[in-house]
């Protein structure tokens, strides 16, 4: 299993950054994808940003390419992933939730044929125009 934090969250004006880190525990080594949705008010979940494992390519939403960068911290005490957020528009405001999807690929990671999902909590970005 996996369990995951959000933090970084807050109020910003448009044109601003904010940095949101989500440290993650537990089997981290057996994720396949790893990445970030946001949810604004009234509408559906939206994928961000995603880390694919396999090939090593993060690919982003057309709204925040070249304004976000997705990195990962593994080599740190607790494992984290940031979502660097540059030049942030109105349209950017929602909850962010970091994810992480695990599969049965490596030592110890049998168990996780089903490819189960992990989320945050999530953190709340709010972007006054």
């Known amino acids: 299993q996996v369990q995951l934090v959000e933090s970084g969250g807050g109020l910003v004006q448009a044109g601003g950054s904010l940095r949101l880190s989500c440290a993650a525990s537990?089997?981290?080594?057996?994720?396949?994808?790893l990445g970030w949705y946001r949810q604004a008010p009234g509408k559906e979940r939206e994928l961000v940003a995603t880390?694919?494992?396999?090939?090593?390519?993060?690919?982003?939403t057309d709204s925040v390419k070249g304004r976000f960068t997705v990195s990962r911290d593994a080599a740190a005490a607790k494992d984290t992933l940031y979502l660097q957020m540059n030049l942030l528009q109105f349209e950017d405001t929602a909850v962010y939730y970091c994810?992480?999807?695990?599969?049965?690929?490596?030592?110890?990671?049998?168990?996780?044929?089903?490819?189960?999902?992990?989320w945050g909590q999530g953190t709340q970005v709010t972007v006054s125009s």
């Open positions: 994810y992480m999807r695990l599969w049965p690929v490596g030592s110890g990671c049998g168990s996780y044929f089903d490819h189960p999902e992990y």
């Open positions: 537990g089997d981290t080594f057996c994720a396949s994808t």
């Open positions: 880390f694919i494992r396999s090939v090593g390519i993060t690919n982003y």
